[in-house]
C-alpha cells in the first residue's frame, strides 16, 4: 500500500501519469516477501493446519510462529522502515506542492481528495503503530491486547466512513434533465419548426407563471449572474435543473426556457461555458504548472478529464494542453 500511495500523489503533484521500468523497483520488496514466504507454501496440510490452530490460540505470537527464509520480525522491521519511508516522502510531495492549501482548506468539505488524505493519514498511523507493538512483543514477550484491539476498531471504523464518503457522493443516478434537454436540443435539429412553436408556447405559460409570482426576467437576470458569477454554482457536480429552479423559486419545467431567454442557451451549455471559460482562466495563470488535468477537471465541476477536453476543445477548437503551450 505504501508504494502505491506513494506513485498516487507523485502522479497528482507531478503531473506524471503511469509508471516507468524504473518504478518496478518500488513493487520488489513485496514480491522478494512472496518468494521468501515459499517455505510456508510448502508445507504439508497436516502442518498449516497446526500452525493456524497456534495462531487462533496465541494471536499475539503470530510474529515469531510464521515465517519462511527469513524470521518474521526482520521482514516486519523492514515493511515498517519501508512505510516510513514512503509515507514521510508521500506527505512531503503533498506540502511542498501546496495542494493541503488548494483541498483541505478549501470550502469543498466533501472533496475526495480531502477524504482520502485524511484517510490515509489515519491509516498510516494506525499501521505503524501496530508493528511497533509486533517489535517489542518480540524482544520483550510483552503483550498489549487491547491497545491492538483498540487500534484494530479504528482501522476499521475509518475504512468504513471513508468507504461511506466515497459512495455518498457516487452519481448512481441518471441526470434526467440533461438527458431531456440533449434530447430535445437533437430534436430540434430534425424538427426545428415544431420545436421552436413548442418553446413559443411555453414562454406564454411562463411569462403567465412569473405574472403571478411577481418576478420578472430582469430579476432573475440578476438572482442567475450572483449565483453563475459571484457563487461559482456551476462548480457543484450535482447541480441539475431542480436544484437550481429550487434556488431561484421558480417552476422547474420553465427553468430551459428562462435560461433561453437570459443566455440563449440551454442549462448543460450554460454550465460547460462557465466551467470551460474557468478553465481557461486557471491555465493562463499557470495552474497546469503545478496540477494535473485530473485536479483542474475535479476544481471546475467536470466529472472526468476527458469531459473538460472534449468541452474545451469544441469551444476552443484545441485541448487543453496544447492551449497550455501556447505563447502569450
Known amino acids: 500500500m505504501a508504494p502505491l500511495f506513494y506513485l498516487g500523489i507523485r502522479g497528482l503533484t507531478k503531473n506524471k501519469v503511469g509508471l516507468t521500468k524504473k518504478d518496478l523497483i518500488h513493487f520488489l520488496p513485496a514480491i522478494l516477501h512472496v518468494l521468501e514466504l515459499l517455505p ?49 516522502k508521500s506527505w512531503r510531495m503533498i506540502f511542498r506542492s501546496d495542494l493541503v ?67 455518498k457522493n457516487a452519481k448512481l443516478s441518471l441526470a434526467f434533465n440533461e438527458f431531456k434537454e440533449n434530447r430535445i436540443e437533437n430534436l430540434g435539429k430534425k424538427k426545428d419548426g415544431l420545436v421552436r412553436k413548442s418553446i413559443l408556447d411555453s414562454s406564454d405559460q411562463l411569462f403567465k407563471v412569473l405574472a403571478k409570482s411577481s418576478t420578472d426576467i430582469d430579476e432573475l437576470k440578476t438572482q442567475l449572474n450572483y449565483l453563475f458569477e459571484k457563487k461559482l454554482i456551476f462548480k457543484e457536480k450535482d447541480l441539475t435543473v431542480p ?34 471559460y474557468l478553465c481557461k482562466e486557471k491555465i493562463e495563470n499557470g495552474y497546469l504548472e503545478f496540477f494535473t488535468i485530473d485536479s483542474l477537471a475535479e476544481d471546475v465541476g467536470f466529472n472526468s478529464r476527458i469531459t473538460l477536453y472534449n468541452t474545451f476543445k469544441k469551444e476552443f477548437k484545441i485541448g487543453p494542453t496544447a492551449f497550455r503551450k501556447l505563447p502569450v
Not at 515469531?64 to 515498517?80: A, K, Q, T
Not at 493519514?121 to 507493538?133: S, V
Open 40 to 88: 510456508i507454501y510448502l508445507k504439508s496440510s497436516a502442518e498449516k493446519i497446526e500452525l493456524l490452530q497456534h495462531i487462533f490460540k496465541y494471536e499475539n505470537e503470530l510474529i515469531v510462529s510464521v515465517h519462511g527464509l527469513v524470521p518474521n520480525i526482520w521482514i516486519d522491521l523492514i515493511r515498517f522502515t519501508l512505510m516510513i519511508y514512503y509515507f514521510a
Open 101 to 167: 492549501n488548494k483541498y483541505l482548506k478549501s470550502d469543498r468539505i466533501s472533496s475526495w481528495f480531502k477524504a482520502s488524505l485524511i484517510y490515509f493519514a489515519i491509516f498510516q498511523i494506525i499501521i505503524p503503530f501496530q508493528y511497533f507493538f509486533n517489535l517489542q512483543f518480540y524482544f520483550t514477550g510483552v503483550s498489549f491486547p487491547m491497545i491492538r484491539s483498540l487500534s484494530t476498531v479504528i482501522l476499521f471504523l475509518t475504512v468504513l466512513i471513508y468507504v461511506f464518503e466515497v459512495l
Open 243 to 276: 436544484l437550481l429552479a429550487n434556488r431561484l423559486k421558480v417552476p422547474a419545467k420553465y427553468l430551459p426556457e428562462i435560461l433561453h431567454l437570459v443566455y440563449g442557451k440551454n442549462f448543460k451549455d450554460l454550465v460547460n461555458t462557465y466551467r470551460i
